[in-house]
Protein backbone atom coordinates (compact mmCIF):
# COMPACT_ATOMS: atom_id res chain seq x y z
CA UNK A 1 0.00 0.00 0.00
CA UNK A 2 2.79 2.61 1.02
CA UNK A 3 5.09 2.85 -1.83
CA UNK A 4 7.44 5.26 -1.76
CA UNK A 5 6.87 8.17 -4.14
CA UNK A 6 9.91 10.20 -4.59
CA UNK A 7 10.06 13.15 -7.34
CA UNK A 8 7.32 15.77 -8.18
CA UNK A 9 6.72 13.91 -11.35
CA UNK A 10 6.32 10.58 -10.13
CA UNK A 11 3.45 8.90 -11.70
CA UNK A 12 -0.24 9.07 -10.07
CA UNK A 13 -1.12 5.64 -9.73
CA UNK A 14 -4.48 3.99 -10.62
CA UNK A 15 -5.57 3.95 -6.73
CA UNK A 16 -4.59 7.04 -5.83
CA UNK A 17 -6.03 8.65 -9.01
CA UNK A 18 -9.09 7.13 -7.96
CA UNK A 19 -9.11 8.29 -4.16
CA UNK A 20 -8.25 11.61 -6.20
CA UNK A 21 -11.43 11.95 -7.91
CA UNK A 22 -13.51 11.21 -5.11
CA UNK A 23 -11.77 13.92 -3.33
CA UNK A 24 -12.28 15.66 -6.53
CA UNK A 25 -15.69 15.03 -6.58
CA UNK A 26 -16.25 16.32 -2.90
CA UNK A 27 -14.84 19.66 -3.84
CA UNK A 28 -11.53 19.27 -1.75
CA UNK A 29 -9.02 19.23 -4.77
CA UNK A 30 -7.68 22.44 -6.15
CA UNK A 31 -6.96 22.84 -9.88
CA UNK A 32 -3.20 21.48 -9.42
CA UNK A 33 -4.82 17.74 -8.16
CA UNK A 34 -7.36 18.44 -11.13
CA UNK A 35 -4.74 18.60 -13.48
CA UNK A 36 -2.87 15.49 -12.10
CA UNK A 37 -5.99 13.62 -12.32
CA UNK A 38 -6.77 14.85 -15.94
CA UNK A 39 -3.40 13.73 -16.86
CA UNK A 40 -3.03 10.46 -15.06
CA UNK A 41 -7.22 9.53 -17.11
CA UNK A 42 -5.28 10.77 -20.24
CA UNK A 43 -2.36 8.29 -20.00
CA UNK A 44 -3.93 5.78 -18.40
CA UNK A 45 -7.19 4.63 -20.36
CA UNK A 46 -7.27 1.27 -18.77
CA UNK A 47 -7.36 1.78 -15.73
CA UNK A 48 -10.92 3.59 -16.35
CA UNK A 49 -11.94 1.67 -18.95
CA UNK A 50 -12.27 -1.54 -16.74
CA UNK A 51 -15.21 -0.15 -14.77
CA UNK A 52 -17.03 1.93 -18.03
CA UNK A 53 -15.71 5.25 -16.20
CA UNK A 54 -13.46 6.62 -18.83
CA UNK A 55 -15.79 8.55 -20.89
CA UNK A 56 -18.20 10.05 -17.71
CA UNK A 57 -15.64 10.99 -15.75
CA UNK A 58 -12.74 12.80 -18.55
CA UNK A 59 -15.76 14.72 -19.83
CA UNK A 60 -16.67 15.66 -16.44
CA UNK A 61 -13.33 16.25 -14.75
CA UNK A 62 -12.39 18.40 -17.92
CA UNK A 63 -14.94 20.53 -17.88
CA UNK A 64 -15.17 21.08 -14.12
CA UNK A 65 -11.20 21.74 -13.84
CA UNK A 66 -12.48 25.21 -15.13
CA UNK A 67 -15.35 26.17 -12.46
CA UNK A 68 -18.13 24.27 -13.26
CA UNK A 69 -19.44 21.98 -10.24
CA UNK A 70 -20.27 18.91 -11.44
CA UNK A 71 -24.42 17.84 -11.36
CA UNK A 72 -25.32 16.40 -8.25
CA UNK A 73 -26.78 13.45 -10.07
CA UNK A 74 -23.88 12.76 -11.66
CA UNK A 75 -21.65 13.41 -9.13
CA UNK A 76 -23.73 10.46 -6.95
CA UNK A 77 -23.29 8.16 -9.53
CA UNK A 78 -19.90 8.42 -10.29
CA UNK A 79 -18.93 8.34 -6.86
CA UNK A 80 -20.76 5.39 -5.96
CA UNK A 81 -19.10 3.69 -8.72
CA UNK A 82 -15.30 4.72 -7.88
CA UNK A 83 -16.09 3.44 -4.55
CA UNK A 84 -16.58 0.24 -5.57
CA UNK A 85 -13.89 0.21 -8.09
CA UNK A 86 -11.35 1.62 -5.10
CA UNK A 87 -12.37 -1.29 -3.26
CA UNK A 88 -11.34 -3.85 -5.84
CA UNK A 89 -8.15 -1.73 -6.83
CA UNK A 90 -6.89 -2.39 -3.21
CA UNK A 91 -8.09 -5.78 -2.92
CA UNK A 92 -5.87 -6.00 -6.00
ZN1 LIG B 1 -4.66 4.52 -13.91
Known amino acids: MNE ?3 GADARTDCSEALLRVY ?7 GPDDCAKIQAHLDECGPCLKEYDLDTTLKSLIKRSC ?6 ETLRLTIMSRISTTVIRVDRG
Open 4 to 6: PTT
Open 66 to 71: GSEQAP
Open 23 to 29: EYLDGEL
